[in-house]
């Protein structure tokens, strides 16, 4: 069992940056193949971005490519999201998410375990 906190999220201007992080507890952390998701109102959830228990195998949504990064830290249990250049499309509830998976899914339904969830509003 894994369990998800996630941290970082605010209001920002468009254009601006913000990191999200997910502090994970529990055992083997480096098991699980980790994700962002997000979910705005009126909205299903939708994939962010994921990568791989090792982090060499990284996968994003073409919304979001080439101005969020995600990373972990498997010693520190810690998953982050670098979101730069942020639009007002942007805004919504993220969420962090691990799964025992071989390789990063897109698939929600393929993540078995999900933090509560951090606000992030982009103002125009």
């Known amino acids: 069992q894994v369990q998800l906190v996630e941290s970082g999220g605010g209001l920002v201007q468009t254009g601006g940056s913000l990191r999200l992080s997910c502090a994970a507890s529990g055992r083997a952390f480096s098991s699980y193949a980790m994700a962002w998701f997000r979910q705005a109102p009126g909205k299903e959830r939708e994939f962010v971005a994921a990568?791989?228990?090792?982090?060499?195998?990284?996968n994003y949504a073409d919304s979001v490519k080439g101005r969020f990064t995600i990373s972990r830290d498997n010693a520190k249990n810690t998953v982050l999201l670098q979101m730069n250049s942020l639009k007002s499309e942007d805004t919504a509830v993220y969420y962090c998410a691990a799964g025992v998976l071989p390789v990063p899914s897109r698939g929600p339904y393929e993540y078995s375990h999900w933090g509560q969830g951090t606000q992030v509003t982009v103002s125009s």
């Open positions: 990568l791989s228990r090792s982090g060499d195998i990284v």
